[in-house]
């Protein structure tokens, strides 16, 4: 406020007055709270502009118009919050039945999460992961595609998936 605390006695100037003493603070606490410089800029033009239209609501001897004026800011920011929320929910009538083939989310999920895991894998345990469960050979079929007898891809499928089920658990994954 002024030196005698008191507000201007007319809008023009009491917005003068509000810029000149409260804006600079006002702006960075809007940057903070919205972690968006142009955005805080918004928020801090809306802070001032309501305070303009409230202007018989502003009385310094109420107490600090400073912290009014922030505390219509985090009001500002805390309802578009809240409107970004419910415009982002889709109601609906019924909840969707579970493995609805429309939600693939799961699925493609997991499937990135094995995808990690299997690169995780030696070389040759992912070659016979993907002979035999991918492309679903029979045994006989992936050892001659890898060179290695059949007793070899059984030997090596088995230490796979060992180590396959090994990596999903230390991603989280339960198996």
Known sequence: MTAGGRLAANQVELMQQLHDEHAAALWGYCVRLTGDRTRAEDVAQETLLRAWRSFGALDAKQGSVRAWLFTVARNIVI???????????????????????????DQLLLSWMVADALDRLSTEHRAVILECYFRGLPVAEAARRLGVPPGTVKSRTHYALKALRLALEEMGVET
């Open 79 to 105: 309802d578009e919050w809240r409107t970004r929320r419910t415009r982002t929910e889709t109601v609906v009538a019924e909840p969707p039945e579970p493995g609805d083939p429309v939600d693939d989310t």
